[in-house]
């Protein structure tokens, strides 16, 4: 079964790399790092007694790690933790957001030879996978070295489920290599019950997403960074966060047509992919919106819609909002995380498309802490902000919301450290 797994992945990468290549070298400029990935480049490592291998994909399961690593390096100081990414973003995230870490490098490709060389460099006591990266070859040779392998904050998708459920034999074999499961929701524990893990592997603990720490900005700093960006402080600030093609074009235009009625308000419109800030500059000038780019830096000119093509900075944007629309979910996309602005109390909206965040937004959404906009037309209605006391009270209710779902990481916190124990 492996070896059949091994030569089709194999096969693959004569089409993945040139595509990779061309996409992410010629197009982006980013470093593909194969001989990390191939395992001819060792990561830099510092090694010690007792560590443990925790496999983050990207930036938003990074992110989820924070709080994690923190409180469990200040109980166990003896311990390295070494966090494995997939892409190039993050890892920029890790090394910056997880100073407690022994180590940050990339996952090398899923064959036996390179994986071995890892276990045998980092030599960890637990392996831990974050959400949903189910490697054949990564969790068996993690069975074989570790005391222990988990799963923590598990997410299976709909569609993910329906693709197992093809192969659950294989999927079995792969997902029979983690000793314990912690997942986000009831649908993920009856999923995974589903592809024949019994139940008493399973725990619902809840959502590390929901665990975000940003800085708390008081009314003082919230004037002073508005006044930064020229925004006057009797000015609707309207923030889409995140967007993707095809949600531009029809955030804009509600907002165009808004204006008419409702002129003292700006949009800021930060695309998940800011080099894609080009096409949301056409849009602007087919519709004669003056705008700006928030890469110049230089906010001495009027504007109507601020272009968010920096990296970094939109969670402290969304504290500077009146309304927050969350991108990825007009279009089929899946939605993108809304727990940022939700931190800072604000009035959430995205559209009907929020598989990756389903369970999430439904609760938000039943509690009056977040809303559904389906076209660019209830766009226009909620952009005249008819209603500011129900906005005012569905921010709140998005504060509240996010505060009753933490406790997650004590939580995963606590099984951890069972297993530490009998180490």
């Given at each position: 079964?492996?070896?059949?797994?091994?030569?089709?992945?194999?096969?693959?990468?004569?089409?993945?790399?040139?595509?990779?290549?061309?996409?992410?070298?010629?197009?982006?400029?980013?470093?593909?790092?194969?001989?990390?990935?191939?395992?001819?480049?060792?990561?830099?490592?510092?090694?010690?007694?007792?560590?443990?291998?925790?496999?983050?994909?990207?930036?938003?399961?990074?992110?989820?790690?924070?709080?994690?690593?923190?409180?469990?390096?200040?109980?166990?100081?003896?311990?390295?933790?070494?966090?494995?990414?997939?892409?190039?973003?993050?890892?920029?995230?890790?090394?910056?957001?997880?100073?407690?870490?022994?180590?940050?490098?990339?996952?090398?490709?899923?064959?036996?030879?390179?994986?071995?060389?890892?276990?045998?460099?980092?030599?960890?006591?637990?392996?831990?996978?974050?959400?949903?990266?189910?490697?054949?070859?990564?969790?068996?040779?993690?069975?074989?070295?570790?005391?222990?392998?988990?799963?923590?904050?598990?997410?299976?998708?709909?569609?993910?489920?329906?693709?197992?459920?093809?192969?659950?034999?294989?999927?079995?074999?792969?997902?029979?290599?983690?000793?314990?499961?912690?997942?986000?929701?009831?649908?993920?524990?009856?999923?995974?019950?589903?592809?024949?893990?019994?139940s008493h592997r399973i725990s619902r603990v809840g959502n590390l997403k929901t665990e975000i720490q940003l800085p708390r900005l008081d009314g003082e700093n919230i004037i002073r960074l508005r006044n930064e960006l020229g925004i006057k402080e009797e000015t609707k600030v309207i923030l889409a966060g995140s967007t993707h093609r095809g949600e531009e074009i029809q955030i804009l235009q509600a907002f165009y047509e808004a204006k008419k009625e409702f002129p003292d308000e700006v949009l800021m419109m930060a695309p998940r992919h800011p080099e894609r800030a080009e096409e949301v500059e056409k849009y602007c000038q087919d519709l004669s919106l003056s705008y700006i780019l928030k890469s110049k830096g230089t906010f001495n000119q009027e504007w109507e819609v601020l272009i968010v093509d920096t990296l970094g900075e939109l969670a402290f944007l969304y504290a500077l909002c009146d309304i927050a629309f969350v991108g990825g979910s007009l279009v089929a996309r899946g939605g993108q995380n809304f727990l940022e602005p939700a931190f800072y109390g604000k009035p959430i909206f995205f559209g009907p498309h929020m598989n990756n965040f389903k369970d999430l937004s439904e609760i938000f959404v039943q509690s009056h802490a977040a809303g559904i906009v389906k076209d660019k037309n209830s766009l226009k209605e909620l952009f005249l902000f008819r209603d500011l006391y129900s906005l005012a009270q569905m921010g709140e209710n998005a504060r509240n919301t996010l505060h009753s779902l933490q406790g997650a990481t004590d939580k995963t916190l606590a099984l951890i450290e069972k297993y530490i124990k009998n180490l």
């Open positions: 079964m492996y070896w059949v797994y091994s030569i089709s992945l194999f096969l693959s990468l004569f089409y993945y790399v040139p595509s990779y290549f061309i996409k992410l070298r010629i197009h982006k400029g980013e470093n593909l790092n194969f001989k990390q990935r191939f395992g001819l480049q060792l990561p830099d490592v510092k090694k010690s007694d007792h560590s443990i291998w925790i496999h983050a994909v990207s930036v938003g399961e990074v992110l989820s790690l924070q709080n994690l690593i923190r409180k469990f390096k200040e109980r166990n100081p003896d311990w390295s933790v070494y966090v494995s990414v997939l892409t190039n973003s993050g890892f920029k995230v890790a090394s910056e957001k997880l100073s407690n870490m022994s180590g940050v490098f990339f996952i090398p490709f899923d064959f036996t030879w390179i994986i071995k060389r890892f276990f045998k460099l980092i030599n960890p006591e637990l392996f831990i996978l974050a959400e949903s990266e189910f490697w054949p070859n990564l969790l068996k040779e993690a069975k074989r070295n570790c005391a222990a392998v988990l799963l923590i904050n598990g997410r299976i998708s709909e569609r993910s489920f329906k693709g197992y459920s093809k192969v659950k034999y294989f999927i079995k074999k792969i997902l029979d290599k983690i000793d314990y499961f912690l997942v986000q929701t009831k649908r993920e524990e009856s999923v995974l019950i589903k592809l024949g893990i019994p």
